[in-house]
């Protein structure tokens, strides 16, 4: 492992100083100091591997410790036994059933959007796609986590829509910052009030409506059960919070804190790294004329005949086509950009001694560029990820946007069935237009500020995204395109 000295970091300029160490030390694993933080850099497949599967570590590393205030100790920020027989608990609750009926949730939203597309994009405005797409994700987690609507497309600056993306982006950035990580030293910063406020906001929010459905549960229970009108709880107990408040771990029900700690864990994990996702490949059609074109023809074969319709779960199995550039696109522009692991005891990662009580971070962004892996790794090919063009020899561990082995994303499935539903939409109503024409890549190579891609094109359009380099990826300048509708 290359060792190097502490760095002075700026938010914008991680992601490009991150990038220029990998490829100096040509994609080995890195050990830098962030702040007064040892980081060891995970890159290489068997190390990654090892990590997930072979040797597992499960225990979260350190830097999530920032997150308890806000998500308490759910699944992406608990350890040991508490997170094993959480992890058992809610595994359930992403069974096939539940996701039959959160594809309702999204047939309503999806069809909200589009309205609200149509209303946005008239008259080919120019417009952020990025934070539309944040409004959309966040109602649609929101009534499969908590059966409640919060209808941020339409009321994006309410208090509680205002509080959540307040909340992530704030965490975003104490994450890299050396001081602000601690709770002690953040009190000195005056933005630390501004960040009380917020957080008091979300829990008041969440609370109050567990409590409401913890009422509705009992007055369910408390009626008889052939009446119609309050049989509402019943006719809903697929959705998250329901199977919470049904849940038993021990043999106890859960705490109302637990419940919190869970649903607002996942709120954060289930709409920032949707955005990312589906705002991202979206940006890459748009200024991929050739693959968007590709993409049409497959919705056309198959939605023939029901073009502006929803697509039913077996449509969308059948879009392989879409999948591989969703799974490009996460290559390129991965929503989670790194995940981490604490090692407790010393730690034997195929034959490379890691003392204890260390951080090991998986930086999956900087694996999908590894021109071992993926050859030309700035041209935008969804075909990378056809099926009939991997081989045997590939080791699944290559690509973990979902990470792997026993702590891999629970909500995996989900993901993609909203990201495909959303995109499957958007690409049968709408053309997908740059912001300017003439923004299109000529070549099949992407724009990028990032990586030795910089200097083959030096001077990238204002509106190449500007990465935001911390936990989930997002364009730091917004995602600018057009919208055309088809006739
Ligand atoms: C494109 C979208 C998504 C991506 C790329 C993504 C990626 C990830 C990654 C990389 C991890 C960490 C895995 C690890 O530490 O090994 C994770 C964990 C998790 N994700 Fe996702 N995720 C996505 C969507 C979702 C959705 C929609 C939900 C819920 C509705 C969700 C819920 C979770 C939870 C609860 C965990 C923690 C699991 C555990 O530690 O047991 N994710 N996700």
Known sequence: ??????????????????????????????????GYHLQYLVVDTKDVECILATNPLVNKSDIYKLLHPWLGEGLITSSGAKWQKHRKMITPSFNF?????????????????????????????????????????????????????????????SDFVLAVKFMCYNSYKRLIHPIKRYELLYRLYPEYWEYRKQLQIYKDFI?????????????????????????????RKLFFLD???????????LTR??????????????????????????????????????????QNRIMAGNLKGNATLQDLNEMKYLDCVIKESMRIYPPV????????????????????????????????YNEAIYPDPYRFDPQRFDADQRTTTQNPFEYVPFGGGQRNCIGQKFAMLEVKTVISKIVRNFQILAPEDGLESKDGYISTLYGPQRARAPKPDKYVPTLLHAITLRAENGLYLRLRERE
Not at 4 to 30: A, H, Q
């Open 1 to 34: 492992m290359a060792t190097l000295k502490p760095f002075k970091f700026s938010l914008n300029v991680i992601t490009n100083y991150l990038f220029d160490l990998f490829y100096k030390y040509n994609f080995g694993n890195l050990c830098i100091w962030l």
């Open 97 to 157: 059933n539940i996701l039959n009926s959160i594809q309702d949730v999204m047939k309503t939203n999806s069809e909200k959007f589009i309205g609200k597309l149509k209303e946005i994009s008239r008259s080919d405005n120019i417009f952020d796609f990025q934070e539309v797409v944040n409004n959309l994700t966040l109602d649609v987690i929101c009534e499969t986590a908590m059966c409640v609507s919060i209808n941020a497309l339409d009321n994006p600056h």
């Open 207 to 235: 609370y109050g409506i567990i409590d409401k459905r913890i009422e509705a549960k009992k007055s369910s229970q408390n009626t008889n059960p052939s009446n119609e009108q309050e049989n509402e709880f019943r006719r």
């Open 243 to 253: 199977s919470l408040l049904e849940a038993t771990v021990d043999g106890r029900p």
């Open 257 to 298: 804190k637990e419940i919190y700690d869970e649903v607002a864990t996942l709120m954060f994990a289930g709409h920032d790294t949707t955005t990312s996702s589906i705002t991202f490949a979206i940006y890459l059609l748009s200024r991929h004329v050739d693959i968007q074109q590709k993409v049409l023809e497959e």
């Open 337 to 368: 950009l790194f995940f981490g692991r604490h090692v407790e005891k010393e730690y034997n990662l195929n034959g490379k001694i890691i003392p204890a009580h260390t951080s090991l971070l998986i930086f999956v962004i900087a694996m999908n």
